[in-house]
């Protein structure tokens, strides 16, 4: 099977390369991984970051596992790369799906039919990733006012997905439609994935964007100067309830005060109908340390309590739309989530 290359993995058979995405924008430095406790490691210290690449990167972690037992690779064999993988970040759900799409593969083979069974479903979940962006990408310019400026939140590119990306994708084609005149990234503390990431990625491709620190959104929107939000999702339950990067909801509060759409783009993978409502999400606490210092730098007392909870739930009841690679659920609630799923499995 071929080399399979995206902006932040890289797939060669026998190894996995992650883009170190901690290192970003002073440093592009891949990381080779050659096994699944490796890449659980490198999920769980954000080497790589954005669900649908977590789950793209927890996929090849199991296949590295079976290229490692080898004759011996088996459901049973392989049970403790599954639990490791599934143990290095608990709130995504694209890990979650993409390790149950990488059972379903194990459960009747063994040795080398198993081996390119599950090579050849991670290289499926990786190259599929890109397109359902496109698609998805499709369906969410017209839901971006025209001439519009865009505020977004966290990184959801190229680098969080298998490529283009799901909120940023949007933006990316909206911008190449002519559809809108900017972007404001709030900077996404304390890993600053919009200052590193997101600013860093819309230069490449000359596309007008704005740092601006998190807490300058509401002013931004008092001022006029943003026409919408859009973000991107790490877990959708069947109400359509939200999580997402921490201060997701404020801003989803905000955009209702000031009466601008607040958009989430998220592939389906990331929809998870077994939980009823946001309250029953996992939400990940991350070490103090990542808010006491900033890349090495101490900016706070060392012994100051933190609380560092890495992702926020946003109700359905403040979500004007979200879209996926199928369409567009407008103010979700339960029944449009079902409805949303049932055309897709029918």
Same mark, same amino acid.
């Given at each position: 099977m071929p080399d399979i290359t995206s902006p932040a993995i890289r797939w060669h058979g026998n190894a996995l390369s992650l883009l170190d995405q901690r290192l970003l924008p002073g440093?592009?430095?891949?990381?080779?991984?050659?096994? !699944?406790?490796?890449?659980?490691? #490198?999920?769980?210290? $954000?080497?790589? *970051?954005? &669900?649908?690449?977590?789950?793209?990167?927890?996929?090849?972690?199991?296949?590295?596992e079976a290229r490692r037992l080898d004759a011996a690779a088996s459901a049973a064999t392989l049970a403790d790369a599954f639990a490791v993988l599934a143990a290095s970040r608990p709130t995504a759900v694209n890990l979650f799906w993409a390790l149950r799409r990488m059972q379903e593969n194990a459960a009747t083979l063994q040795g080398q039919p198993?081996?390119?069974?599950?090579?050849?479903? !991670?290289?499926?979940?990786?190259? #599929?990733?890109?397109? $359902?962006?496109? *698609?998805? &990408?499709?369906?969410?310019?017209?839901?971006?006012?025209?001439?519009?400026?865009?505020?977004?939140?966290?990184?959801?590119?190229?680098?969080a997905t298998g490529g283009h990306g799901t909120a940023l994708g949007v933006i990316r084609s909206a911008w190449a439609a002519g559809r809108i005149s900017g972007v404001y990234a709030g900077e996404t503390r304390p890993w600053m994935q919009g200052s590193r990431l997101t600013?860093?990625?819309?230069?490449?491709?000359?596309?007008?964007?704005?740092?601006?620190?998190?807490?300058?959104?509401?002013?931004?929107?008092?001022q006029g100067r943003v026409q919408a939000v859009i973000v991107g999702a790490d877990r959708i339950t069947a109400n359509g309830d939200?999580?997402?990067?921490?201060?997701?909801?404020?801003?989803?509060?905000?955009?209702r005060h000031h009466g601008l759409p607040f958009i989430v783009a998220a592939p389906l993978s990331t929809i998870d109908p077994q939980l009823a409502s946001g309250a029953a999400i996992e939400i990940e606490e991350r070490p103090g340390n990542e808010v006491r210092g900033l890349q090495g730098n101490?900016?706070?007392?060392?012994?100051?309590?933190?609380?560092?909870?890495?992702?926020?739930?946003?109700?359905?009841?403040?979500?004007?739309?979200?879209?996926?690679?199928?369409?567009?659920?407008?103010?979700?609630?339960?029944?449009?989530m079902a409805a949303h799923l049932n055309e897709v499995s029918a």
């Open positions: 440093q592009t430095h891949w990381i080779t991984l050659h096994t !699944a406790a490796e890449v659980a490691e #490198a999920i769980r210290d $954000m080497v790589v *970051r954005g &669900a649908p690449a977590i789950g793209i990167a927890a996929a090849y972690g199991v296949v590295l198993l081996i390119a069974a599950l090579e050849q479903c !991670a290289c499926d979940i990786h190259t #599929a990733d890109q397109a $359902m962006n496109r *698609r998805l &990408a499709d369906f969410g310019v017209p839901l971006l006012p025209e001439g519009g400026c865009i505020y977004t939140h966290c990184n959801t590119g190229a680098l600013s860093w990625e819309l230069m490449q491709e000359q596309i007008p964007v704005t740092l601006v620190v998190d807490s300058a959104a509401g002013h931004l929107m008092q939200t999580a997402n990067k921490i201060g997701t909801y404020s801003l989803a509060v905000l955009a101490i900016i706070a007392p060392a012994d100051v309590h933190v609380a560092n909870p890495a992702f926020d739930v946003t109700p359905a009841a403040l979500i004007t739309a979200i879209v996926t690679e199928r369409g567009v659920i407008h103010r979700p609630d339960a029944d449009k």
